[in-house]
């Protein structure tokens, strides 16, 4: 009913109905502010030093072994050892170097 009222005077899609019924749960809770949460990606759990002594340590360790050595998903170690500069090449966890051109 009230995202009717809402979307009458604010054009139809203005509002869901989940989003209305949040406002409210929020309200009588006690919370005013109309202010959106700050958001982001959660800090990460993974340190990269760890993980890049673990991979020069055991140069064939698989993303999945590691995964579980860290307790993070195979997802997280294989978007840090990219950001580590970590390629597989021959079944081993190589670093890239830079192209001159």
Do not use: Y
């Not at 993980?51 to 978007?79: C, F, H, Q, W, Y």
């Amino acid at each position: 009913m009230a995202s009717r009222n809402i979307n009458s005077v604010f054009g139809e899609g203005s509002v869901s109905e989940r989003t209305v019924r949040w406002w409210f749960e929020k309200f009588r809770s006690g919370e005013l502010s109309l202010k959106n949460e700050p958001r982001g990606r959660p800090k990460c759990v993974l340190n990269q030093d760890q993980l890049r002594a673990m991979v020069e340590a055991n140069p064939k360790t698989a993303i999945r072994g590691l995964a579980a050595d860290l307790g993070v998903s195979a997802t997280t170690i294989s978007r840090h050892l990219a950001a580590i500069g970590k390629v597989k090449k021959w079944d081993r966890w190589v670093g890239t170097t830079p192209v001159e051109g």
